[in-house]
């Protein structure tokens, strides 16, 4: 893959780093070799990016190319976006704070060259705004507040003439580093039809995969002609390498397998899970209010606030089950067995948020869990309850205490749990979903739907075996050939 450097002017580039290729901003434009290129990642270093300048067009360009700008048009128009800017400082405000502590003036800017900065305890805030804002050259601005603390104010690209002579040494080096990396060239000289990235941390306590179902999904797609790359969150400006992600950790909003997923949407990558999945599945109120408005049957259930606690008694009765919005894996989720319980429990779970959702209690021995995927369910499984406890795992002691599982071919299934939960999946989308469901004599109630669904080697396989891993993979090599191929007549 051919590496360019874009300037306005050849004299901009003061640095000597091999194996990259110096153009000008005119040349990249209208020169008939580089509209040729196949391939290429173009670094825009044009000293405006303007909108219908020459910056701009090298990066609007770029990518009707085929090439892969940094930065591209969507970067572009996020740096200059106070709406973007607000959103990043509060999402990256614990950094933020932790990096700046020592900092004694009310101001304070910081450089980034290729997602490093010159100090080492700023390295790790460089590198997630560089994430962020992927451009080779940033320098962002942060203001202390007496109250709010440091705040991210502007950052903005700068060309590569504004970078100060004593910092020079470190541009080489980190540039020298950011063009070796093994994404850069040809890694085998029979390349794979597409690359599939899986955002992955085999040291997450709740990870949805383990380490050896990571290794099918790998070797499924390799039978199917696709390379994969397990990425962690510090690959985020790697992303439009990939032609798609498939997202193997835990998901949450307010978390960076959100901004995973929204900013490989945004580059054209096939996603699973989609962001519009993760926010649909991510808050049980919401779940709450879609299966009640489309008739999905439920366990008896309250939207609580402070106003309305009193309701809970009277409605649902003791014991009953109270579950924070945002709530996986059983965490966020507990039981009240008492109307004291229930008022210590209702009063800490709406410190945290305005609503949350108590549910009638229904007492199982296991939960139905159907995997659904692209609209056809996958796998069913039943996850009994711990020992001597209500839910599928048990946290209250050391470590936590799973209950056994068992899983069925899906045609031998009730035809009710699997028709409900597929009915429940369809109002979220075409992705990834674990349907969790209670079946009380001969009535059915879905619990919840969850996207990003448990698949560990051993239980959900326990049946299809690797043909499970294949079918999730296939879908991924038909949509990216859908995509890559929906101009075709």
Same mark, same amino acid.
């Given at each position: 893959?051919?590496?360019?450097?874009?300037?306005?002017?050849?004299?901009?580039?003061?640095?000597?780093?091999?194996?990259?290729?110096?153009?000008?901003?005119?040349?990249?434009?209208?020169?008939?070799?580089?509209? @040729?290129?196949? #391939?290429? %990642?173009? !670094?825009?270093?044009? /000293? =405006?990016?303007?909108?219908?300048?020459?910056?701009?067009?090298?990066?609007?360009?770029?990518?009707?190319?085929?090439?892969?700008?940094?930065?591209?048009?969507?970067?572009?128009?996020?740096?200059?976006?106070?709406?973007?800017?607000?959103?990043?400082?509060?999402?990256?405000?614990?950094?933020?704070?932790?990096?700046?502590?020592?900092?004694?003036?009310?101001?304070?800017?910081?450089?980034?060259?290729?997602?490093?900065?010159?100090?080492?305890?700023?390295?790790?805030?460089?590198?997630?705004?560089?994430?962020?804002?992927?451009?080779?050259?940033?320098?962002?601005?942060?203001?202390?507040?007496?109250?709010?603390?440091?705040?991210?104010?502007?950052?903005?690209?700068?060309?590569?003439?504004?970078?100060?002579?004593?910092?020079?040494?470190?541009?080489?080096?980190?540039?020298? @580093?950011?063009? #070796?990396? %093994?994404? !850069?060239?040809?890694? /085998? =000289?029979?390349?794979?039809?597409?690359?599939?990235?899986?955002?992955?941390?085999?040291?997450?306590?709740?990870?949805?995969?383990?380490?050896?179902?990571?290794?099918?999904?790998?070797?499924?797609?390799?039978?199917?002609?696709?390379?994969?790359?397990?990425?962690?969150?510090?690959?985020?400006?790697?992303?439009?390498?990939?032609?798609?992600?498939?997202?193997?950790?835990?998901?949450?909003?307010?978390?960076?397998?959100?901004?995973?997923?929204?900013?490989?949407?945004?580059?054209?990558?096939?996603?699973?899970?989609?962001?519009?999945?993760?926010?649909?599945?991510?808050?049980?109120?919401?779940?709450?209010?879609?299966?009640?408005?489309?008739?999905?049957?439920?366990?008896?259930?309250?939207?609580?606030?402070?106003?309305?606690?009193?309701?809970?008694?009277?409605?649902?009765?003791?014991?009953?089950?109270?579950?924070?919005?945002?709530?996986?894996? =059983?965490?966020?989720?507990?039981?009240?067995?008492?109307?004291?319980?229930?008022?210590?429990?209702?009063?800490?779970?709406?410190?945290?948020?305005?609503?949350?959702?108590?549910?009638?209690?229904?007492?199982?021995?296991?939960?139905?869990?159907?995997?659904?995927?692209?609209?056809?369910?996958?796998?069913?499984?039943?996850?009994?309850?711990?020992?001597?406890?209500?839910?599928?795992?048990?946290?209250?002691?050391?470590?936590?205490?799973?209950?056994?599982?068992?899983?069925?071919?899906?045609?031998?299934?009730?035809?009710?749990?699997?028709?409900?939960?597929?009915?429940?999946?369809?109002?979220?989308?075409?992705?990834?979903?674990?349907?969790?469901?209670?079946?009380?004599?001969?009535?059915?109630?879905?619990?919840?739907?969850?996207?990003?669904?448990?698949?560990?080697?051993?239980?959900?396989?326990?049946?299809?075996?690797?043909?499970?891993?294949?079918?999730?993979?296939?879908?991924?090599?038909?949509?990216?050939?859908?995509?890559?191929?929906?101009?075709?007549?």
């Amino acid at each position: 893959m051919n590496i360019l450097i874009v300037v306005s002017n050849p004299k901009d580039w003061l640095f000597e780093v091999s194996g990259v290729q110096v153009v000008t901003a005119q040349a990249y434009l209208t020169d008939p070799r580089y509209s @040729a290129e196949s #391939s290429a %990642r173009v !670094f825009n270093l044009c /000293r =405006s990016y303007r909108y219908q300048s020459l910056g701009y067009y090298v990066s609007l360009l770029a990518a009707a190319r085929g090439h892969t700008p940094l930065p591209s048009v969507t970067t572009i128009q996020d740096l200059k976006s106070m709406a973007v800017i607000r959103a990043v400082s509060d999402d990256l405000d614990e950094l933020i704070q932790r990096s700046l502590a020592s900092i004694q003036s009310t101001t304070f800017t910081l450089s980034i060259y290729f997602g490093g900065n010159m100090a080492k305890r700023h390295a790790r805030l460089a590198l997630a705004l560089f994430n962020l804002f992927q451009a080779p050259f940033l320098r962002a601005r942060f203001v202390k507040d007496p109250e709010e603390g440091w705040q991210l104010r502007s950052i903005r690209p700068i060309a590569a003439s504004e970078i100060p002579e004593s910092h020079r040494p470190f541009v080489v080096q980190q540039a020298t @580093a950011h063009f #070796s990396r %093994r994404h !850069f060239h040809v890694r /085998r =000289s029979r390349q794979p039809r597409y690359s599939l990235a899986i955002l992955y941390d085999p040291n997450a306590p709740d990870r949805p995969s383990d380490p050896a179902a990571i290794q099918k999904f790998e070797r499924a797609a390799e039978r199917l002609g696709m390379e994969t790359e397990i990425i962690s969150r510090d690959d985020f400006a790697r992303l439009a390498e990939f032609d798609a992600l498939f997202l193997r950790e835990t998901t949450s909003v307010m978390h960076h397998t959100y901004r995973f997923a929204r900013r490989a949407e945004a580059e054209g990558l096939v996603v699973i899970d989609d962001p519009l999945s993760i926010l649909r599945c991510a808050n049980k109120v919401f779940l709450a209010e879609l299966l009640d408005r489309h008739g999905i049957p439920t366990p008896k259930t309250l939207i609580v606030n402070k106003d309305n606690v009193g309701r809970i008694i009277s409605e649902l009765g003791v014991p009953v089950v109270l579950k924070q919005p945002d709530s996986s894996f =059983s965490q966020g989720v507990v039981k009240a067995d008492n109307e004291e319980e229930l008022k210590r429990l209702v009063d800490d779970l709406l410190e945290k948020s305005e609503l949350i959702v108590a549910q009638e209690f229904l007492a199982t021995t296991f939960d139905w869990r159907i995997g659904i995927l692209d609209r056809t369910p996958i796998y069913a499984c039943k996850y009994y309850m711990a020992r001597r406890h209500w839910q599928v795992i048990n946290r209250n002691g050391e470590k936590p205490d799973e209950g056994r599982h068992e899983t069925l071919p899906v045609e031998l299934a009730p035809t009710m749990v699997v028709s409900m939960a597929l009915r429940a999946a369809n109002l979220i989308g075409n992705g990834l979903y674990g349907v969790d469901l209670k079946q009380v004599g001969r009535q059915c109630y879905v619990i919840e739907v969850n996207d990003n669904p448990s698949i560990d080697s051993g239980v959900e396989d326990q049946v299809l075996k690797g043909n499970l891993y294949s079918r999730i993979m296939s879908v991924f090599l038909r949509r990216i050939e859908q995509r890559k191929f929906a101009w075709t007549p």
